[in-house]
């Protein structure tokens, strides 16, 4: 199994990006999937849940009301719209996924894919 994050890059402040979270040999409808950064020198931090089958969604503080998390079932795929970009948003962002079948958020998450990295600078 192979989850892959994509979409990253640089952009400026107060602009956005979209997360991409692909998957081979598993259906991530099945799973609740999660999105997570690490910047340098800093712990892993959890940022955002969908549960399986377009379940519940969960948003840590810091990214509510700007990050959404959001599944394409056809793609299998699972993305994560970021806007008002900041600064302190710069990171490796990686997707990980819940083994159980039929999770929700909150979540246990088992693995984690390649990350992509997001830098915000002017």
């Known amino acids: 199994v192979q989850l892959q994050a994509s979409g990253g890059g640089l952009v400026q402040p107060g602009g956005s990006l979209r997360l991409s979270c692909a998957a081979s040999r598993v259906t991530l409808a099945y799973y609740a999937i999660g999105w997570f950064r690490q910047a340098p020198g800093k712990e892993r931090e959890g940022l955002a849940c969908?549960?399986?089958?377009?379940?519940?969604?969960y948003y840590e503080d810091s990214v509510k009301g700007r990050f959404t998390i959001s599944r394409d079932n056809a793609k299998n795929t699972v993305y994560l719209q970021m806007n008002s970009l900041k600064p302190e948003d710069t990171a490796v962002y990686y997707c990980?996924?819940?083994?159980?079948?039929?999770?929700?958020?909150?979540?246990?998450?088992?693995?984690w894919g390649q990350g992509t990295q997001v830098t915000v600078s002017s």
């Open positions: 969908i549960g399986s089958n377009d379940g519940n969604t």
């Open positions: 990980a996924i819940d083994w159980a079948y039929g999770s929700g958020c909150p979540a246990a998450f088992d693995y």
